[in-house]
């Protein structure tokens, strides 16, 4: 998904804050969450009658226990969804994704939040369908290339310029020479196009302009990374009018077999209205909003237990423990839908506020996979000093950075940089100039034997190795990695509930409770030895 490199100015002056003014007098307790219940929600419990308006009292009730519990109901929600096309899953679109929005919205009603179901419009994709018919019969998991054509093919697959051997070095597609000798004079040609070098569009439109009827894009298989299937975006406007689908690369090599003979189909999608869940508590000022979100969907394969089940119920966790307390800002959380279709719900949520309800979002936190099973902690480095960032980078979110980096010092926990890139539901926020920060995990980025030395793990598989898969349920999940960012988010809320003068210099008051300053951050680990940072969800559209 591209996004415009300037953002709007900004109504408030920010003030800039240096690495060293993180170390503000807070309030904690040393202490990390308790194992038992107290969660505040439906619990006859100290946490759910009192106000927890200190870090001892937050960090104490709000429990991995507790985090667990959403995350279990939110497994139990996709295991019910028998939609006919996506079962087991919570996608937008489906059964699975209502009844999730129907968890969330009930249980922050319940708790006295002002809820808001926030609707927008958006193309239900039906899955695709890639068979090959000879010379061997199987069906291949694909899945079809964002703002691809629909259409029903049966016929000759025709390799154009494919690798399959030794470095797998690819330019497969890029251009229209590689057409050139082959035969698509056939009604009904299917290209079989590998992934590499330029972007996927231009494949399909030089596939196209040779007269293919449909087009199978394999995965390079030139690293572990480009081994799997690859369903990725066309971009806006393609101008391509023939049905586009994935391959893993090992299926990609089935079907470059001599006499492969395939069977392809991209149904019409389906205009459908999902729902944002929107949830708020009014402070003392009304005009100044600290913000915080986490994408509700899963991906049409399964449950997204770690993608993002662990970002929603670390939330709502937060949401409900902080349900009593009376912030001197106004707390708005969000509950996105349809991110994983191309951060559609929060980019419908921002472009229809007015600029003047944009000035009053003080800052805007991004949670997304939190807990990944072989995780290395990550914090969105806006201040670039891993990573040049692909966007402009909003001022003020620098102080967000330092904050998260403070607190896993003072827990003796090493990070390290994500690249701020806006391949997550802040992509809008920034975009408006919006301070914006987040915490990461990891997702099919391959884990070193150095981040293995740091952060424990396997090296050699992915952060997350079920990202995206069915695999991607319950049993999905780091608990060390869940327990620490929940703290974390916890405690980054109420900080900001009371106080966002490092972010945008308006003054609040301090968190009562005994102070306590964070030590200044310890520096990322330096882990990543190119732009990629771990990031997940790139929607762009190259190859």
């Known amino acids: 998904m591209s996004h415009d490199d300037v953002a709007p100015t900004r109504r408030r ?19 990390t969450a308790a194992s038992a219940g107290g969660h505040g929600h439906g619990h006859d419990d100290k946490c759910a009658k009192q106000a927890n308006d200190t870090y001892a009292e937050v960090l104490k009730c709000v429990t991995v226990d507790g985090v667990v519990e959403h995350l279990e109901r939110l497994q139990k929600i996709a295991d019910r969804n028998k939609d006919p096309y996506y079962p087991g899953s919570r996608a937008a679109g489906t059964k699975g994704y209502a009844d999730s929005v129907k968890y969330v919205s ?7 939040y002002k809820v808001t179901l926030d609707p927008f419009e958006f193309q239900f994709v039906f899955p695709a369908v890639l068979d ?4 061997a019969s199987a069906s291949y998991a694909t899945g079809a290339f964002t703002n691809s054509a629909p259409g029903d093919v049966t016929g000759p697959v025709i390799p154009v310029d494919i690798n399959l051997t030794g470095d797998r070095a690819s330019t497969s597609g890029c251009e229209a020479a590689d057409f050139t000798g082959l035969d698509f004079s056939g009604a009904n040609d299917i290209a079989l196009v590998q992934r590499g070098t330029c972007d996927f569009v231009t494949k399909a439109r030089n596939a196209q302009a040779a007269g293919a009827e449909a087009v199978v894009l394999f995965n390079q298989g030139n690293d572990p990374t480009r081994e799997g299937l690859i369903v990725g975006t066309l971009g806006e406007n393609p101008d391509v009018t023939i049905p586009v689908v994935g391959a893993s690369f090992a299926d990609g090599s089935a079907l470059a077999a001599a006499g492969s003979t395939a069977h392809v189909r991209i149904l019409p999608s389906e205009t459908r209205t999902d729902v944002n869940v929107i949830a708020e508590l009014p402070g003392r000022n009304r005009d ?3 913000m915080t979100g986490a994408h509700l969907d899963s991906v049409t394969a399964g449950a997204g237990i770690n993608d993002n089940g662990s970002g929603s119920a670390a939330i ?3 949401a409900l423990t902080l349900a ?12 996105w839908g ?6 559609l719900g929060s980019a419908a949520y921002v472009a229809e506020l007015s600029q003047a309800e944009k000035d009053k979002i003080a800052l805007y936190l991004n949670y997304d996979m939190v807990a990944s099973p072989n995780y290395i902690f990550q914090v969105y480095d806006a201040d670039q000093s891993s990573f040049p960032a692909p966007v402009v980078v909003p001022e003020g979110s620098t102080a967000l950075e330092d904050l998260f980096e403070s607190y896993y010092t003072w827990k003796k926990q090493p990070y390290d940089d994500a690249e701020f890139s806006g391949r997550s539901d802040y992509q809008a926020f920034i975009e408006a100039g919006i301070p914006s920060g987040g915490l990461f995990t990891g997702a099919e980025v391959v884990k070193t034997e150095e981040q293995a030395a740091i952060w424990g793990g396997t090296a050699g598989a992915s952060f997350d190795p079920n990202y995206h898969q069915a695999g991607d349920d319950i049993t999905n999940l780091d608990l060390k990695a869940l327990e620490l960012n929940s703290d974390l988010i916890a405690f980054a809320q109420l900080t900001y509930a009371f106080s966002t003068e ?8 301090p968190v009562p409770g005994k102070p306590i300053k964070l030590p200044a951050p310890a520096g990322p680990q330096g882990t990543f030895n190119t732009g990629d940072g771990g990031d997940e969800h790139d929607h762009r559209p190259e190859a």
Do not use: D, M
């Not at 009593?324 to 509950?335: D, E, G, L, V």
């Open 13 to 31: 002056s920010l003030r800039a804050l240096n690495a060293v003014a993180i170390a503000t007098v807070l309030t904690i307790a040393p202490a």
């Open 106 to 112: 009930g249980l922050l009603r319940k708790a006295g």
């Open 132 to 135: 090959q018919i000879t010379p």
């Open 288 to 290: 100044n909003v600290v």
């Open 316 to 318: 709502l966790e937060t």
């Open 324 to 335: 009593k307390s009376k912030p001197q800002n106004t707390i708005r959380f969000a509950w």
């Open 338 to 343: 349809a991110e994983e279709e191309g951060l």
């Open 502 to 509: 490092s972010v945008n210099g308006v003054k609040g008051k």
